[in-house]
């Protein structure tokens, strides 16, 4: 399985700011996706991140808003712009295998954001 | 993806098996179970997925009905560690897409 990892793993942000959370992959890894879940929420998919080429996005989600990159297979930033309060969530990071096991997805543990 | 319901709560006492059933009712044929678990502020951790047959692994097992319309993930000896909210989600086998979409899950709490 995959070992994924988030950087921060929390950070306090004024409103108007951006912050960038780092996901990077111990392996390669097939596809990356970013969610976030709002408190007391389930987790909602913002985009799939793609190698080299823009971030398909979900309903709901723009990239003006979160910007995504993937430059190589173990590695993404999501940035989260313009803060708002409403943005305090958690954002994960996710990636599914290679070969057998492109079926199961495996997650970060999670950046913690509050925007105050 | 198919649709599936999960009661919002329940519970075990530790050491004994917990249950924790899902119906998807439209399940189509090429599609899987999945579950994964939450515990408090952590990265869902996949467990188990299956496609018809009970699948079995080092953490729990897998039973899907014959019709594929709902299936149950049993914990065998339940710790307190297993306190999580437990999702249940359908995803199509294959193709190009492996995004996974989340409902409200189930709040198991392992009781001393």
């Known amino acids: 399985s995959a070992v994924i990892s988030q950087k921060p793993s929390r950070d306090i942000c004024q409103r108007g700011t951006s912050l960038t959370i780092q996901c990077q992959v111990d392996?390669?890894?097939?596809?990356m996706f970013w969610y976030r879940q709002q408190p007391g929420q389930s987790l909602t998919l913002i985009a799939t991140?793609?190698?080299?080429?823009?971030?398909?996005?979900e309903s709901g989600f723009v990239i003006d808003k979160f910007p995504i990159s993937r430059p190589n297979l173990t590695f993404s930033t999501l940035t989260v712009s313009n803060l708002s309060p409403e943005d305090s969530s958690i954002y994960l990071c996710?990636?599914?295998?290679?070969?057998?096991?492109?079926?199961?997805?495996?997650f970060g543990p999670g950046t913690r954001l509050l925007v105050l | 993806d198919a649709k599936t319901t999960q009661p919002p709560s329940m519970d075990c006492a530790e050491g004994r098996a917990a249950n924790l059933p899902c119906n998807h009712s439209?399940?189509?044929?090429?599609?899987?179970v999945y579950w994964y678990r939450q515990i408090h502020s952590q990265g869902p951790q996949y467990i188990i997925h299956g496609l018809k047959n009970n699948e079995t692994n080092e953490m729990a097992s897998l039973i899907i009905t014959e019709d594929r319309k709902s299936s149950t993930l049993i914990l065998p000896h339940a710790t307190l560690r297993d306190t999580a909210v437990y999702y249940c989600i359908v995803r199509a086998k294959g193709g190009s897409n492996y995004k996974l979409t989340f409902g409200k899950g189930t709040l198991l709490t392992v009781n001393p």
């Open positions: 996710s990636g599914t295998g290679t070969g057998q096991s492109q079926e199961t997805q495996y």
């Open positions: 991140a793609n190698q080299g080429s823009e971030a398909t996005y």
């Open positions: 392996s390669q890894v097939t596809m």
């Open positions: 439209t399940i189509s044929g090429n599609e899987y």
